[in-house]
Nanobody
Framework: QVQLVESGGGLVQPGGSLRLSCVASRDIFSFHKMGWYRQASGKERELVARITSGGTPNYADSVKGRFTISRDIFTKTVYLQMNSLKSEDTAVYYC???????????WGQGTQVTVSS
């Protein structure tokens, strides 16, 4: 069983920054892709950013140039650096991992990000 534990959410003013962390319970190379999704109140869950096992990132258009996804293979951690935050970034952010061998998808418990003055 895979566990993904997120941290780093909170309340921030517009224009501010936050860094989210997701620690996996196993080697992150066992995952084809890892990424971050978010779900705002009353809306569907959407992809924010993703990174492949080869290190290639991709981003939703709404966050390009503001968010950066990265990873540390030694600590089995994936990060999401969020800069120039806007009120519309307010959501619960979920870490996701797609297992290479089985195709199973795993989710973290979610961390709340609120952007408000």
């Amino acid at each position: 069983q895979v566990q993904l534990v997120e941290s780093g959410g909170g309340l921030v003013q517009p224009g501010g920054s936050l860094r989210l962390s997701c620690v996996a319970s196993r080697d992150i190379f066992s995952f084809h892709k890892m990424g971050w999704y978010r779900q705002a109140s009353g809306k569907e869950r959407e992809l924010v950013a993703r990174i492949t096992s080869g290190g290639t990132p991709n981003y939703a258009d709404s966050v390009k140039g503001r968010f950066t996804i990265s990873r540390d293979i030694f600590t089995k951690t994936v990060y999401l650096q969020m800069n120039s935050l806007k009120s519309e970034d307010t959501a619960v952010y979920y870490c996701n991992a797609l297992e290479r061998m089985t195709g199973n998808a795993y989710w973290g418990q979610g961390t709340q990000v609120t952007v408000s003055s």
